[in-house]
């Protein structure tokens, strides 16, 4: 049986992309989460700086979110990381080691076509609820 994770402040600004998803899904003691983009929580609109700002504010709204649904990112089984440009690995790495500094969980690094919005990168993961 699966649980939308009810997070308003979250939710609310993941629904201003107007986009059909939701942000975590608790299924079986796992959550899983969408492809989490660079939002600003406070004005609800994407942040379009540089890589590194756009990692550190989808790290941020991810470890945010887990907490929010009683999890962490020490929880975090499997993440997935989309970038716009493979050359945005060193970057994505130098934030993602501030986030993640022991026990790593599974990584794929997947560069892919640019999305229709303005922003560079998207991380989804799979944690223990």
């Known amino acids: 049986m699966k649980e939308i994770v009810n997070l308003p402040a979250l ?3 993941l629904a201003t992309l107007n986009t059909p998803t939701s942000l975590l899904v608790r299924s079986q003691g ?4 969408c492809g989490i983009p660079p939002l600003d929580l406070e004005r609800k609109t994407l942040i ?3 890589l590194t700002t756009q990692t550190e504010a989808v790290l941020s709204l991810m470890k945010a979110a887990l907490e929010g649904a009683g999890s962490s990112l020490e929880k975090v089984v ?3 990381i989309y970038v716009t440009d493979t050359a945005h690995f060193g970057p994505v ?6 986030y993640f500094t022991s026990d790593y969980p599974v990584r794929s690094f997947v560069a892919v076509s640019p999305w229709p919005l303005p922003f560079d990168i998207e991380i989804d993961c799979i944690a223990e609820a």
């Open 11 to 13: 939710n609310a600004a």
């Open 30 to 33: 796992m959550l899983y989460s």
């Open 48 to 50: 379009e700086g540089d």
């Open 78 to 80: 499997k993440i997935t």
């Open 93 to 98: 790495n130098e934030v993602y080691k501030r």
